[in-house]
């Protein structure tokens, strides 16, 4: 099975409604055209219903950044996942801002993945080290830790995408190396080959993010291993997520001809 790239855009706790409005307004016809890779915007909550109509009859998905794990009851301030299920096809769980400023637990996070796999909401399961992790030599020791976790008790699912993401690279303008990258995820395609089966560890499609811009996504997309990008800062730069976007396309598929790309 071919992996379709994806490139998702975590736009966090930027832009009102007005200004997600617009940032979507300034992509949608360019973003539209770009065939082949799976595009989605991850706008805040109260964006969610506008943007929804915005992208309605075009090719661009919708995700949220978040969610809770119980579906309705007494959760003052939160989301559930039967409210997203109406307005988006992805939910990204498990982000490192999440997990460090909220104290989101690998058990909750586990919870949040088997609730919305069981409402038809893809999860976006990010997985990372932190640097001191990273300089210890962990990183494999902590990422099969919060992938076993996560996916405890979870059936084998083509409805799940990964992203590796160091947290010493989130929003730093320190990205990892395509290859360190690369290593990384294919390290986590055989936890997945041990934990469900071959198969489906190389039919998954496994993200890179942190610090990616449209200056080196190319690093990271021409590895095979790669299969697209969680983008956060860049993502709120319509020009910018573009470039990340065509250039996916461009260097996943170098012999298809323009129109394809989405050019002009
Ligand atoms: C993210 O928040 O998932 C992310 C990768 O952020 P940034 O691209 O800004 O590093």
């Known amino acids: 099975m071919m992996r379709v790239p994806f490139v998702a855009g975590n736009w966090k706790m930027n832009t009102t409604v007005t200004e997600a409005e617009e940032l979507v307004y300034d992509m949608l016809d360019r973003l539209d055209r770009v065939e082949g890779v799976e595009k989605v915007l991850c706008p805040p909550f ?20 978040n969610m809770h794990f119980e579906t309705l009851g007494a959760y003052t301030g939160e989301i559930s996942p039967l409210m997203l299920g109406e307005l988006c096809e992805f939910v990204i769980l498990g982000h490192s801002e999440r997990r460090w400023y909220f104290g989101e637990t690998d058990e909750m996070i586990n919870k949040k993945v088997k609730v ?19 300089e210890a030599g ?5 990422i099969d830790r919060q992938v ?6 979870v059936s084998p699912t083509h409805d ?6 160091p947290v010493w690279a989130i929003g730093t303008g320190r990205a990892a190396s395509g290859e360190q990258a690369a290593v990384t995820i294919k390290f986590i395609r055989s936890i997945l080959a041990k934990l469900w089966n071959r198969d489906i560890a190389q039919d ?6 942190g610090s990616v811009t449209s200056n ?3 690093e990271f997309i021409s590895q095979p291993e790669i299969d697209g990008a969680l983008v956060g800062g860049a993502s709120l730069k319509a020009e910018d997520f573009l470039g990340i976007v065509t250039q996916t396309a461009e260097i996943k598929y170098p012999h298809l001809p323009s129109p394809f790309k989405g050019e002009e």
Not at 138 to 142: D, I, Q
Not at 160 to 165: F, G, H, K, M, S
């Open 160 to 165: 799940l995408v990964i992203a590796y993401e």
């Open 216 to 218: 080196n996504i190319a």
């Open 148 to 153: 076993m976790a996560a996916l405890d008790d």
């Open 46 to 65: 109260v964006a969610l219903v506008s943007i929804n109509m915005m992208l309605r009859g075009s090719s661009i998905k919708l995700g949220a950044q």
């Open 116 to 134: 919305a796999l069981s409402h038809g909401l893809k999860p976006i399961f990010c997985v990372g080290e932190r640097l001191e992790e990273n």
């Open 204 to 209: 998954l499609r496994i993200l890179y993010g």
């Open 138 to 142: 962990k990183t494999r020791e902590v």
